[in-house]
C-alpha cells in the first residue's frame, strides 16, 4: 500500500507570493492533518480535514488555509508568504480520524521563503 | 490542555547498551499517547501508541514503552541500541479539545547511538 505522498518535495518562493501544496492519503484514509516544523517552534498543528470537513484548526493566521476533495487528497495554500513561514510541512492521513488511529506521515515539503 | 514535555534535548548511548526516552504528560481525562521518530529529511514514523490496558506497550523496530500512571510519564525504550536507531524522537498526546485527531508533540529528542 502507497504511504502518504507530499508534492513537491522542497519549494522556493519570495515574500508576498503564494504557494499551494499537495497531500495524498494513504488509500482508505479519510482524515488528513497539516503540521508545520520549524527548529524553533517544534512540531505545530495547521488542521485537520475529515470527509471534506474542517474539523480542527490550529493557530496560524488566516494566510494559511486548506482544503479536502472528494477523494481525501488536500491541498494547503499560504498566501502572502513571509521570511517566518520557512518550514517543513507535513502532511498526515489517518483511517477513521478516531482518537486511536496513529498518523501516518509523509515526507514533508520544504519551503523555503526568500 | 493536552501537552507532553520531553527534558532531554539529546540522549547519547553505546550500541549494544539500553537505551531510554523520556516523557512526561500533562492531560485532563484519560492519555491517548504516541510514539513518532524522524529520520534526516523525512517524514514522522509511528512507533506505538497506548490508548489503555497494559502498562508496558510494544512497538515497531524492537520498541517499547512504559507506561506509569502515578509519574504521568511516558518512557520510550529498548532493551539494546543499533546505530541505527540514532534519529529524532517525538512523543505526542492526543489533544481532545476541539475534537478530532489533532497531536499536540514534544520537543523531540535527538537519539545518538555511538560504536
Known amino acids: 500500500k502507497a504511504g502518504v505522498t507530499q508534492t513537491p518535495r522542497y519549494l522556493i518562493k519570495t515574500r508576498g507570493q503564494q504557494v499551494t501544496l499537495s497531500c495524498s492519503p494513504i488509500?482508505?484514509?479519510?482524515?488528513v492533518s497539516w503540521y508545520q516544523q520549524t527548529p524553533g517552534q517544534g512540531l505545530q498543528f495547521l488542521f485537520e480535514?475529515?470527509?471534506?470537513?474542517?474539523?480542527n484548526k490550529g493557530n496560524f493566521p488566516g494566510r494559511f488555509s486548506g482544503r479536502q476533495f472528494s477523494n481525501s487528497r488536500s491541498e494547503m495554500n499560504v498566501s502572502t508568504l513571509e521570511l517566518g513561514d520557512s518550514a517543513l510541512y507535513l502532511c498526515a492521513s489517518s483511517l477513521a480520524g478516531t482518537e486511536d488511529s496513529p498518523l501516518h506521515f509523509g515526507n514533508g515539503t520544504r519551503l523555503t521563503v526568500t | 490542555a493536552q501537552s507532553v514535555a520531553q527534558p532531554e534535548d539529546q540522549v547519547n548511548v553505546a550500541e549494544g547498551n539500553p537505551l531510554t526516552v523520556k516523557c512526561t504528560y500533562s492531560?485532563?481525562?484519560?492519555?491517548?499517547l504516541f510514539w513518532y521518530v524522524q529520520y534526516p529529511n523525512r517524514g514522522l514514523q509511528f512507533l506505538l501508541k497506548y490508548i489503555t490496558g497494559d502498562n508496558l506497550v510494544k512497538g515497531s523496530y524492537g520498541f517499547e514503552a512504559e507506561f506509569n500512571k502515578s509519574q504521568t510519564s511516558f518512557h520510550l525504550k529498548k532493551p539494546s541500541a543499533l546505530v541505527s536507531d540514532s534519529a529524532l524522537y517525538f512523543c505526542?498526546?492526543?489533544?481532545?479539545?476541539?475534537?478530532?485527531?489533532?497531536?499536540?508533540f514534544g520537543t523531540g529528542t535527538q537519539l545518538k547511538v555511538e560504536l
Open positions: 488509500s482508505g484514509h479519510r482524515s
Open positions: 492531560v485532563s481525562g484519560n492519555p491517548y
Open positions: 505526542a498526546v492526543r489533544d481532545i479539545t476541539g475534537g478530532g485527531n489533532k497531536l499536540t
Open positions: 480535514y475529515f470527509s471534506e470537513t474542517q474539523r
